[in-house]
């Protein structure tokens, strides 16, 4: 149990354009998610927690306009980086909590190029 | 503010050996504690959690953790390490406040397993 998923595992984009990673909740619902960032040899960075129905929460120094976040659903979360840029590029984690655990996508390897 | 220390950022072991990873935290109350497991190109997956009742805590994958509170340490051990171990691991505490499921990362430590 307990499974989320992530779309695109691999995405490769060119620069100014925008693309969309979609994070699921398999098997439960979630009403929080979380967006997490990770450069290369580094550990997770949070950039937002998003709410089933309302807005996310960035954290400081997040982009709100670049990093566009919808939880349209209790198993769905999407992250939709605008106007992409070579320094956009990064490994994206999502997660899911239920009672204080978070369970971890698999990841999405974005390239702008 | 809560935090994790992971003083070990590579740590290279035998095939066989045995292996401790450490973590300390900061923070104003119990914490819930957490390891995780990160492959190269992977998601991270949860090797066990400590929230209360026994410090000694059993996980996946023959991984056990103590919780010590006089220390404020979480450490992460295993008694016969196997190639299939390399990875880097993740301590992480949380949450950050009530009904929150926020969680705090430690920088990570990345094993290395010698055949």
């Known amino acids: 149990g307990a499974v989320v998923s992530q779309h695109p595992s691999r995405v490769i984009c060119k620069s100014g354009t925008s693309v969309k990673i979609e994070c699921r909740s398999l098997d439960f619902q979630a009403t929080t998610m979380f967006w997490y960032r990770q450069f290369p040899k580094q550990s997770l960075m949070l950039m937002a927690t998003?709410?089933?129905?309302?807005?996310?929460?960035?954290e400081q120094g997040v982009e709100k306009d670049k990093f566009l976040i919808n939880h349209a659903s209790l198993t769905l979360s999407t992250l939709t980086v605008t106007s992409a840029h070579p320094e956009d590029s990064s490994f994206y984690i999502c997660?899911?909590?239920?009672?204080?655990?978070?369970?971890f996508g698999p990841g999405t390897r974005l390239t702008v190029t | 503010a809560q935090s994790v220390t992971q003083p070990d950022i590579h740590i290279t072991v035998s095939e066989g050996a045995s292996l401790e990873l450490r973590c300390n935290y900061s923070y104003g109350a119990t914490p819930y504690l957490f390891w995780y497991v990160q492959s190269p190109g992977q998601g991270l997956q949860l090797l066990l959690k400590?929230?209360?009742?026994?410090?000694l805590v059993q996980g996946i994958k023959g991984f056990e953790a103590e919780f010590k509170r006089s220390q404020s340490s979480f450490n992460l051990r295993k008694p016969s390490v196997h190639w299939s171990d390399a990875a880097e691991y993740f301590c992480a505490v949380g949450p950050s406040g009530a009904g929150s499921y926020q969680l705090t990362f430690g920088k990570g430590t990345k094993l290395s397993v010698i055949p």
């Open positions: 400590y929230f209360s009742g026994d410090t």
């Open positions: 998003s709410n089933e129905g309302s807005k996310a929460t960035y």
């Open positions: 997660s899911a909590g239920q009672v204080y655990e978070q369970y």
